[in-house]
């Protein structure tokens, strides 16, 4: 079965700080990753994706995120935070065939990005 | 592109009153989810549709919940009879036939039971 961990329920950070999310995901075979951000009263936005190709992916807002198979992580990063940023970060996976099959998503991260 | 669209984006019921949530998904996607968001639980999938057919409902809580979709642009989720407990953000999601498995997420709907 798939599944999803993001080990840090929350996380505080300076703005213009740097940013690392973690994410390890277990899968029987190459996934489909994401990274979803929930602002605050909001539905949850695409950040990025990677299903393919350069293991490195880039995304919007300046975030970026790096598939490590060796790992199983797909850590969600970010140079220089911004006060705006403060949201809840959901990771997910999914299968290449989408077929019959949901994402699987993990519990969150909760951004708090101090002045 | 409207995106998904959920009706109402606020619900405020009484327990023991009948909850319809309402879904529009993106045109041309071929399948829908519906997930509820509480602080206890998380992000939790209740049930997803592929062209228009249920195919996995294993999280719909209990027979109070029902969920259906009758065509390829409108889904709704029904509680009858609700209770506090299902206060919560419902969320409803589509997805495009082909390409990535991304999903596209409504604003949701916030549901509070007295």
């Known amino acids: 079965a798939q599944s999803v961990t993001q080990p840090d329920i929350h996380i505080t950070v300076s703005e213009g700080a740097s940013l690392e999310l973690r994410c390890n995901y277990s899968?029987?075979?190459?996934?489909?990753l994401f990274w979803y951000v929930q602002s605050p009263g909001q539905g949850l936005q695409l950040l990025l994706k990677?299903?393919?190709?350069?293991?490195l992916v880039q995304g919007i807002k300046g975030f970026e995120a790096e598939f490590k198979r060796s790992q199983s992580s797909f850590n969600l990063r970010k140079p220089s935070v911004h006060w705006s940023d403060a949201a809840e970060y959901f990771c997910?996976?999914?299968?290449?065939?989408?077929?019959?099959?949901?994402?699987?998503f993990g519990s969150g991260t909760r951004l708090q990005v101090q002045p | 592109d409207a995106g998904v669209i959920q009706s109402p984006r606020h619900e405020v019921t009484e327990m023991g009153q009948e909850v319809t949530l309402r879904c529009k998904p993106i045109s041309g996607h071929n399948s829908l989810f519906w997930y509820r968001q509480t602080m206890m639980r998380g992000l939790e999938l209740l049930i997803y549709f592929n062209n228009n057919v249920p195919i996995d409902d294993s999280g719909m809580p209990e027979d109070r919940f029902s969920a259906k979709m009758p065509n390829a642009s409108f889904s709704t989720l029904k509680i009858q009879p609700s209770e506090p407990r299902d206060s919560a953000v419902y969320f409803c999601a589509s997805r495009p036939t082909s390409g990535s498995n991304e999903q596209f997420f409504g604003p949701g709907t916030r549901l509070t039971v007295l």
């Open positions: 899968y029987g075979a190459t996934p489909y």
């Open positions: 997910a996976v999914g299968p290449m065939d989408t077929g019959r099959r949901a994402l699987t």
């Open positions: 990677y299903f393919s190709g350069d293991t």
